[in-house]
């Protein structure tokens, strides 16, 4: 489904990503894991299309190749970004944002286009399943919610538009545990065979409750190991000191614990 | 003698050679604060008087320009009623509705606040010209306690028919003590022509009166359009004013708002949004002249192309005026690099315990706010779309009658093409 081969992104000349390469599979739940610095989010907008990186290597969605495409093409293709820090955009509906964003995808997918009544429908279902407030349609996007209402704002959209393809940002950062439940079981009822989640994280407490059939470790822009879900608790118990360069200035938020023995 | 017969006789002459024979007015030039920006050279085109008598109807498809607001209504084309398309049958109780040239010639008296501002009250020659030409237009009066549920509907129609290419209208809005009423006035035009229209209101609020004040501004980009309204508030009285300076060249919209009863408070917001090469100019005068008032200003502009917006926004407290709660804030969104917001507040605080605000930003479209939109799939015009319909979005929603709120977001979504 996804291959990304020797990716490469700098800022203004500053390396981030050195060669990044992953793979993954139609059905499969993927975590990225790193410290600070990494090059977790940068990854992850380098796939969505954010201006600003000189962009190489190759990255490809069913076929298409996702580094030539506008940000919104990639959505047409399937890919999602559940981002960090969700943009609040005051005066436009949620509901109106929703339509129009699910409306644009299927529209060059060549589907028709959902009309409000039934887009009412669809709304719900998504609001029901992140156990949300009824009100929260008629807001306008992410401006004034709470941190954890942003991250279900960015499931719910997940949940709307369906992608093949959902890249989730820290989406676990800044959640007590029962809002980090109800996300969970959100990404978990929409996992089926055929779409596929990479979920970039500091933390293995997401992977309690969403569990990764694979585990990346990424530092310093390039993938250093990669094992299933015990690796998540192995870096959980020893940081990532096992793979830091000395040279690095990261600063892992954790004791390294590993580092001493 | 009133001031109304005095005017009458100089319009028997041309107007403009008579004022400026006995009481010299000078055109406003740059170096007037309030006319600095305006196309001056434009103004001096314009030729005031009457038009032909072909151009006094509304032409049928000027009609589905206008909201279609259920209730009276008045239609003034090129400065004269339309009779046939005003309708002024089955007023609820308490509201008087007439059209200016019958209220002159059956009850001057009433309007002498109109006609006669005193010295002070012609602050440029645009005034002198409409308190001499503007014989027509509306009246209303609403009697105390009274409350109108229904929008009273004043438009005002602009075809230039090239000699004379201009036209004044009046109207005059006198609400009761503890009365209210909603006033929408609606402005369009016809034609391909050069030419403009420059018309005043002039509101009188009694004791705890409530008025909703609606303005629409529309007319095509050939023409100039001046509107000035000044509005006298009693105590406890109310006055919500919406303006939307959407269409002309030069879109003039001047608020001269005296608070002069106690606790009287004046809520003035709107939205300008210039493509082309227009100039939106809203000029906002706010006089505390009594205790315990509050008012606020509040007005966005979305300015593309070469177009220009102008905010000009006072907050004069005068001695005495204890107790004053004033707000300012005027929010521009620059579309293109040669587009541009001139903001200016002008304060004036003479009396003590006053809370005074006031604050503006000039911004453009929020970059990361559009690629949050596209990495939903949404084209980067549709982006851009909803983003300025956001920004835009406080003052269509401040508007309290759906039919207008459809009407001002169909017209937005047409000039963003």
Redesign the interface.
């Known amino acids: 489904m996804l291959h990304v081969e020797n990716l490469t992104a700098s800022i203004g000349g500053t390396p981030i990503l050195k060669g990044l390469d992953l793979t993954v599979g139609a059905g499969e739940v993927h975590a990225i894991m790193g410290p600070n610095g990494s090059g977790k989010s940068t990854f992850a907008h380098a796939l969505a299309g954010r201006d600003g990186y000189e962009i190489g290597g190759t990255a490809t969605l069913d076929g298409a190749d996702l580094l030539g495409m506008e940000p919104e093409a990639r959505a047409a293709v399937g890919l999602f970004l559940g981002f960090q820090y969700p943009v609040e955009i005051p005066g436009v509906n949620n509901m109106y944002f929703l339509r129009t964003a699910l409306n644009s995808v299927r529209r060059a997918r060549g589907e028709t286009e959902i009309g409000a009544r039934d887009f009412l429908a669809v709304a719900q279902e998504a609001v029901d399943l992140l156990e949300m407030k009824q009100d929260f349609l008629n807001r306008s996007v992410n401006a004034g919610f709470s941190g954890g209402e942003k991250k279900r704002n960015e499931i719910l959209q997940m949940a709307v538009l369906k992608p093949r393809l959902a890249v989730l940002d820290e989406t676990d950062s800044g959640l007590d545990i029962d809002a980090l439940q109800i996300i969970a079981s959100g990404v978990n009822e929409l996992s089926d065979p055929e779409r596929s989640v990479i979920m970039i994280t500091h933390y293995q407490r997401l992977l309690d409750y969403i569990k990764p059939d694979f585990v990346h470790v990424l530092v310093d822009g390039r993938i250093v190991a990669s094992g299933d879900h015990t690796l998540a608790l192995h870096l959980e118990d020893h940081g990532y000191a096992d793979y830091l360069n000395h040279e690095l200035d990261d600063t892992p938020e954790r004791p390294l614990l590993g580092a001493a023995s | 003698m009133t001031a109304a017969t005095t005017t009458t006789k100089k319009s028997e002459t041309s107007p403009v050679t008579q004022l400026e024979q006995s009481d010299p007015i000078d055109y406003p030039t740059k170096r007037d604060e309030a006319w600095r920006y305006a196309p001056h050279r434009e103004l001096g085109r314009l030729s005031f008087g009457p038009l032909a008598a072909s151009a006094r109807s509304l032409p049928e498809e000027l009609e589905e320009q206008i909201p279609a607001l259920d209730g009276p209504r008045i239609v003034v084309v090129n400065g004269v009623v339309d009779d046939f398309r005003s309708d002024l049958t089955g007023l609820p109780d308490g509201l008087g509705l007439w059209t200016l040239a019958d209220a002159l010639s059956e009850q001057p008296e009433q309007l002498d606040a109109h006609f006669d501002r005193g010295a002070d009250g012609i602050v440029d020659a645009f005034v002198a010209l409409n308190m001499a030409l503007g014989r027509d237009g509306a009246v209303i009066q609403v009697a105390e306690g009274h409350e109108i549920a229904t929008a009273i509907h004043i438009v005002d129609v602009t075809i230039p028919d090239g000699t004379q290419n201009a036209s004044c209208a009046g109207v005059v809005v006198h609400l009761g003590e503890g009365s209210s009423a909603t006033v929408v006035e609606t402005r369009i035009g016809g034609g391909s022509e050069f030419g403009g229209s420059n018309t005043r209101t002039t509101i009188m609020l009694d004791d705890n009166a409530t008025l909703d004040h609606i303005l629409l501004q529309d007319v095509p980009s050939t023409q100039i359009q001046l509107t000035r309204i000044e509005v006298t508030q009693a105590a406890g009285s109310l006055f919500r004013a919406r303006s939307f300076n959407l269409g002309a060249m030069y879109g003039r919209v001047v608020y001269e708002v005296h608070l002069a009863g106690e606790g009287a408070r004046a809520d003035l917001s709107g939205l300008y949004f210039g493509l082309g090469d227009q100039t939106l100019d809203q000029q906002l005068t706010v006089i505390h002249a009594a205790k315990n008032c509050t008012s606020r200003q509040a007005f966005r502009g979305v300015l593309d192309n070469q177009s220009t917006g102008v905010f000009n926004g006072g907050i004069d407290v005068r001695p005495g005026a204890d107790g004053t709660d004033a707000e300012q804030s005027n929010d521009n969104l620059l579309l293109s690099n040669r587009a541009e917001a001139n903001t200016q507040p002008r304060l004036e605080i003479l009396a003590d315990d006053v809370a005074c605000r006031h604050g503006a930003t000039v911004g453009q479209l929020?970059?990361?706010?559009l690629?949050?939109?596209?990495?939903?799939?949404?084209?980067?015009d549709?982006?851009r779309r909803?983003?300025i319909?956001?920004?835009?979005?406080?003052a269509v929603q401040a508007v309290h009658i759906e039919i207008l709120r459809t009407w001002i977001t169909d017209r937005l979504g047409h000039g963003d093409g």
């Not at chain 2, 690629?371 to 980067?380: D, E």
């Not at chain 2, 319909?389 to 406080?394: N, S, T, Y």
């Open positions: 929020d970059g990361e706010a690629y949050y939109l596209r990495t939903r799939g949404i084209s980067a549709e982006a909803l983003l319909r956001g920004f835009a979005d406080q």
